[in-house]
């Protein structure tokens, strides 16, 4: 199963490396923003862009789609599938 593909804003993490399960930094400091490590399922956003969510954030995206705020949403990975674009007057 993959992961949720969403990232969380975690204020504790700013300016600190993201580490290994060792505990070795793996790059420069963290602007705060970490990837969510729960399994993700299949989900479809309003605008048709396949995602692997987590149950957590999948119920936080439908909010934040019906508030129109969908535009603020941070992801780990590009979408697994876009809709092609139509022409006008296709």
Known sequence: MAGCDILYYDP???????RDPAGNPLGPASDGWQPCTAPGHAWTDPELVLRWICTRHRRQLVALHAAGRADQVRWQNAPAWRPARLRPGR
């Open 12 to 18: 504790t993490q700013l300016g600190q490396p993201r």
